[in-house]
């Protein structure tokens, strides 16, 4: 069974700039989440999906990050425009129940 | 709502001891457990799971993890480690909130086996 994809794997941008990264989930997951890790930290959820429907998007900065799920498969979220906090990993995951598959995560360096 | 604490940041230890990384969690609800395994520059790999049922879990790698409700802890055992199980470690709570079944996770405990 292929895991969850993401991309790109690494991404530098300079601040006020705009990116987007891209999620192609497990086929079949109905649930998708998007976290943000920061270094040391542990993830923090800024979406979640179920299909192509949000169902929790209270940390979401909405001023800022947008994501869609469009067909209820892939994914993207998008920052405009980013800050220096923004650096982080972002990790895609996508589930069937209560267990979670995470992809490999984008880190994201603003500079 | 949730909340989790990984009681240890770092945890070194010899290759072929035992270690225990702690976790303790809080919640109004029921909830699941998990805990999650990250290598560097990879995503999070699950390692075991508590739903219900024995309270004594086992997952891979040799890993194992007791659910203590009246203490309200689940922390992660494994009798013996190996240089490869030099990683980030997070314990996760999933439980239904007003917005839903949410998952939040510790802020993870480095475990570095050395030789």
């Known amino acids: 069974e292929a895991g969850v994809a993401q991309s790109p794997r690494y991404k530098i941008i300079e601040k006020r700039q705009s990116v987007a990264f891209w999620c192609n989930p497990i086929?079949?997951?109905?649930?998708l989440y998007w976290y943000q890790q920061i270094l040391g930290q542990g993830p923090k959820l800024l979406i979640q999906?179920?299909?192509?429907?949000?169902?929790?998007d209270s940390q979401l900065p909405k001023d800022r990050f947008s994501a869609e799920r469009l067909k209820g498969v892939d994914s993207t979220l998008k920052i405009q425009p980013a800050k220096l906090e923004d650096s982080a990993v972002y990790l895609c995951?996508?589930?069937?129940?209560?267990?979670?598959?995470f992809g490999p995560g984008t880190r994201l360096t603003v500079t | 709502a949730q909340s989790v604490t990984q009681l240890d940041s770092q945890v070194p230890v010899f290759e072929e001891a035992p270690v225990e990384l702690r976790c303790n969690y809080s919640?109004?609800?029921?909830?699941?457990l998990f805990w999650y395994v990250q290598y560097p520059n990879q995503g999070l790999q699950l390692l075991l799971k508590y739903l219900s049922g024995s309270t004594l879990v086992k997952g891979i790698n040799g890993f194992e993890a007791e659910f203590n409700k009246s203490q309200t802890s689940f922390h992660l055992r494994k009798p013996s480690v190996h240089i490869s199980d030099t990683a980030e470690y997070f314990c996760a709570v999933s439980g239904i909130n007003t917005g839903g079944f949410k998952t939040i996770f510790g802020a993870g405990t480095r475990l570095f086996v050395k030789a």
């Open positions: 919640s109004s609800v029921s909830v699941y």
């Open positions: 086929s079949g997951h109905a649930t």
């Open positions: 999906f179920q299909n192509n429907g949000v169902v929790d």
């Open positions: 995951a996508t589930g069937d129940s209560y267990e979670q598959y």
